[in-house]
């Protein structure tokens, strides 16, 4: 799946402009489908324009500058329900946590315990933001099914972390003076 293919996703329920897009691809509903930046957004749309997958038009607004607003065309739907006929790629997983996991055993014991108890905590905030977006859902039942996988995904993970994070901590430098002091 690529950043046109997710334009077309977020304007299919609606219309919004490139700045809605990325806002929905990176902190909303749709963030965690496929990584899109501004420098992708922008020209995926002019592209999808051009094919006549989404037409555009200019918004003006009282008091801040006038902003390009996209709607998905009749045949930008028929192209993206025919994309989700495609085969699927792999998931991409990027973490600076599983980084620093991975050099824990060059890292004093306290700073590993301190960021194992800080990724259970963000994950906690993450599950709970979740479970909040689930009980104010009102929409598709797929959408729920969807919010009740990341739960499940992030509480996977905030389990092995717990349970296995003395391993990570044991295989940390043991605390010194100078580490201590670092």
């Known amino acids: 799946m690529n950043v ?5 996703a977020i304007l299919y329920n609606g219309d919004a402009s490139g700045y809605e897009i990325r806002k929905l ?5 749709c963030a965690y489908f496929v990584e899109a930046s501004f420098g992708s957004i922008y020209p995926a749309l002019a592209r999808l324009e051009e094919e006549g997958n989404v ?18 065309t009749e045949n930008g739907r028929a192209h993206f329900l025919n994309s989700l006929f495609d085969d699927l790629g792999d998931d991409v997983y990027r973490s600076e946590f ?5 050099f824990a055993k060059e890292l004093p014991q306290s700073l590993v315990e301190t960021r194992l108890r800080e990724r259970i905590n963000k994950l906690d905030g993450q599950i709970g933001d979740l479970r909040k977006t689930l009980s104010e859902h009102d929409g598709h039942a797929a959408d729920a099914w969807v919010i009740r996988y990341g739960i499940d995904c992030l509480t996977v993970a905030r389990g092995y972390i717990e349970s296995h994070m003395h391993e990570l901590i044991a295989l940390a430098r043991p605390e010194t003076a100078r580490s201590a002091a670092e």
């Open 25 to 29: 691809s990176t902190d909303g509903e």
């Open 55 to 72: 037409t555009s038009h200019v918004e003006i607004q009282e008091g801040r500058p006038a902003k390009k607003v996209y709607a998905i």
């Open 4 to 8: 046109k293919t997710l334009c077309l």
């Open 98 to 102: 599983l980084l620093f996991a991975r």
